[in-house]
């Protein structure tokens, strides 16, 4: 077999030639309970674009990557601009480089985070009070499976993040990142539930966590309009996720 | 509290400013059975840088992204000049990115790939005939664990690269990925003891696979010094590993 073999990081491209850019952008998923529904729902932050490519569509937060920033570093900045929080996961995605992605050749280091309910919702009202700093009408809140067509290649990409979301919910305490830290068994159902857009059932719910040994029961309970409900909290012990050797 | 928005995917930066390039690196993996010795060893082949930074030291095989050449198409290139090889794997690994992993900005976007055994061989022996496209010296498998250190930040990543192969070689049919099309049961065990560095029970290991119903039996034998060993291949109808909904 004949082959060639090219030099290996060999010459120096030169930068104004080679027209390649990197940004950053990231998915931040949370959970909203609307008032009256019945479940929960999986919701993502989206930013309009005010100018071209795409301009006036909907995106997802980012931005380009900064010559003296690591890339998740970038991720949590673009995502505290957008949401103002900090995230209880964050983690790379993918990186996502076609040619013909966009009409200038860009290369994008997507990050996937999760937001907790009540943190997030504060966010939104917080936008909502058009304080100085934000420019509202140009960020809000959709339905993760729900929301309108969006820029580039975005809309594949948030399908991935769904993915991923799914699969790790089924072997890590991923959940964990959009609970408070007391919560009852009908919360963490519910965000089964709404990750994996089906109904659970109770009683088999209740036996499989309670066999997992990922919980711990408090001596609190909540109390209101149903009978009192005992609150967990998650075994600190276990990882949130396991990401392998990478430190970070 | 007070947050600052920045403009998103606003300003487009001046690529002469910048300074960021994006790289594409590829961590190969192979098995080789030494003669005489008693177990398989996972191999990967590295590359000796023959310029600065880090000139002489080995490196993963890689490149320069192509402004004309999508993410996956480069690892296939720098994965084809090095090995000659089509890879029976090739998936997205991480992006590293970090400010301070060259004296340039660099981000790599980087691959991991498995090459099955015969044919690296037959690559590895191509490779020491010394012809015209090859210079030999500069390409060598080695030890994926005792490797010598490596350039940048590529002993890291091939680490991480390790810790994958681990992962999924308990979740998915990856090991066929090292394996020919027709295999014993002995040499899946090998497979898989070589990935994760210990040795397996026979008995157990014959029961787990045979309860997994990944494998077909065959009605052919291996025959030679032993007694003769039953062939097996893998039911096509699994996928050798799940990546979720992208489109590769």
Sequence with gaps: MTTTRGPVHAAQPDAREDGIRVAVSTVIF????????????????LVRRTREPYESAWALPGGWLRPDENLDA??????????????????QLYAFGDVDRSPSRVVSIVYWALVREEVSSISASTAAAHDDNHDDENVA??????????AFDHDQIVEYALWRLRNKVGYSRIAHGLLPD??????????????LGRRLDP???????????????????????HRPARLYRYDEAFELAERGPLPH
């Design 74 to 91: 970038a991720a949590s900045r673009t995502l505290a601009e957008t949401t103002g929080l900090a995230p209880s996961f964050l983690e």
């Design 203 to 225: 009683a088999n719910f209740r036996r499989q966590v309670e066999n997992s040994d990922t919980l711990i029961p408090t001596d609190d309970y909540r109390t209101g309009s």
């Design 141 to 150: 809140w959709f339905d993760a499976i729900t929301h309108p067509p969006l």
């Design 30 to 45: 949370s959970l909203r309970r609307d008032t009256g529904a019945d479940r929960a729902r999986v919701v993502l932050p």
């Design 182 to 195: 007391l919560f009852t068994l009908a919360d963490l159902r519910e965000v089964y539930e709404a990750i």
